[in-house]
């Protein structure tokens, strides 16, 4: 599945990179879902999400992610590049919550797990794992997506997708990974949140992201001017992290972008949503 198709690298890169050190992981998925929460509140669904880029090891992080979640108090947390030890697969700062993390890569000299996770106040009653395609140079490793179901009514499941793209690529492995995600949300008729990093760090990348998002019908998540400038960028890019929705209403009182944090290059962003 993965591309085997390898790369002319320095030395150095060879000495910081070596093939036997990252370790691709396919359609795996490491959860703790013992909590035996109900049903979302259909009023109230808060939602943050936050490339954190490494750091949950971090006492930084950890005092900034505990002030987040004492504030916003959110139901769903979507967090990319989370770092889980391959040992004891432990997230001690969400232990009130069930959570699903789905890994793309394994550091073997660390021990230690790469990838995304979803947390929720929720039971989640189906999930899904979704490794691009294509790798990234160097590490040769892929991206990852992963789907979690939870129940929100007695009509309809809400899906979620929590999702970092490919980056360091040319314009058709992305969009391979956008496709891919297309096919797989598509299927669902029921409410949709849509969140992550998406490295849409130029044009061509956004104006992909763009057609998907308005062929599934997917609303982006509104924040103030002043907000929406604190979403990360690359240089003069477009935002790279977003939130899109579907069968839902965004409270755009709630909506924020949260700057003073540093513990991550990424700023968190909240949103709330109700389905009434």
Known sequence: MLNQKSSTVTPLFAKLFPSSRFQSIECQIIDKSDLSHGSLNQTSIKILNWNIAKNNHNANWQKDFLWIVEKYAPDIIFLQEVRLCSK???????????????PNFVDTYKHTYFGVLTAAKSKCIARESMVSIHSEPITKTPKISLLSEYSLSSIHNLLTINTHMINFVNLSKFKAQ???????????????????????WNYSRWYLLNQMTDKLGLIKAAFSPQDNNKIKRFLLSPPLDYIFYRGLTEKPSFAQVIDHISSSDHKPMVVEFSCC
């Open 178 to 200: 956008i496709q891919e995600l297309e096919s797989r949300i598509a299927l669902h008729q029921g409410p949709i949140i849509l969140s992550g990093d998406f490295n849409t």
């Open 88 to 102: 004891d697969r432990h997230m001690g700062q969400i232990s009130d919550m069930n959570w699903n993390f789905a």
